[in-house]
């Protein structure tokens, strides 16, 4: 096999990480699951344990249209899990921040995905996870223009 004639799809990273990602995904959803969040609420909490946080910077954290996140936040507001309010120092611009109740879920959440990562990489030593973390974050997952 060579780089650029892999001998089946277990070789093609591409469709390697789609078919784990879709495993992975649902056992993430059957622990959120447990809270009613998404995998998107969870992030967007996730984000908000520690500390409040200007909308703009969550939309860049998150890497989301504006639009996108207003609805995050929306849902996540409407089940008492965070509060926005206005900058005092810029009233164009909203603070999110967690409430006591969405601390409690994000304590609720941290135990479910601890236990499914456990599950899922079981298999993997500490330091393989480290380097699996490492290389997945340096990962270019912006939509490509591309075509078939």
């Given at each position: 096999m060579t780089a650029d004639m892999?001998?089946?799809?277990?070789?093609?990273?591409g469709l390697l990480?789609?078919?784990?990602?879709?495993?992975t995904d649902t056992w993430i959803r059957r622990a959120l699951g447990t809270t009613g969040l998404t995998p998107r609420h969870a992030m967007t909490l996730m984000h908000l344990g520690a500390g409040p946080v200007s909308q703009q910077s969550?939309?860049?954290k998150?890497?989301?249209?504006?639009?996108?996140?207003?609805?995050?936040?929306?849902?996540?507001?409407?089940?008492?899990?965070?509060?926005r309010r206005r900058d005092p120092a810029d009233r164009r611009r909203h603070i999110v921040e967690i409430t006591p109740e969405g601390s409690?879920?994000?304590?609720?959440l941290e135990t479910a995905l601890t236990k499914v990562e456990n599950e899922l990489f079981a298999d993997l030593s500490e330091q393989e996870r480290t380097t699996l973390r490492a290389l997945l974050k340096r990962l270019a997952s912006?939509?490509?223009?591309?075509e078939c």
């Amino acid at each position: 096999m060579t780089a650029d004639m892999p001998e089946g799809p277990l070789d093609r990273l591409g469709l390697l990480l789609a078919w784990h990602g879709r495993i992975t995904d649902t056992w993430i959803r059957r622990a959120l699951g447990t809270t009613g969040l998404t995998p998107r609420h969870a992030m967007t909490l996730m984000h908000l344990g520690a500390g409040p946080v200007s909308q703009q910077s969550l939309v860049d954290k998150l890497d989301v249209d504006p639009s996108v996140l207003v609805t995050v936040l929306n849902d996540l507001e409407g089940g008492d899990l965070v509060h926005r309010r206005r900058d005092p120092a810029d009233r164009r611009r909203h603070i999110v921040e967690i409430t006591p109740e969405g601390s409690v879920t994000l304590g609720t959440l941290e135990t479910a995905l601890t236990k499914v990562e456990n599950e899922l990489f079981a298999d993997l030593s500490e330091q393989e996870r480290t380097t699996l973390r490492a290389l997945l974050k340096r990962l270019a997952s912006a939509p490509a223009d591309y075509e078939c």
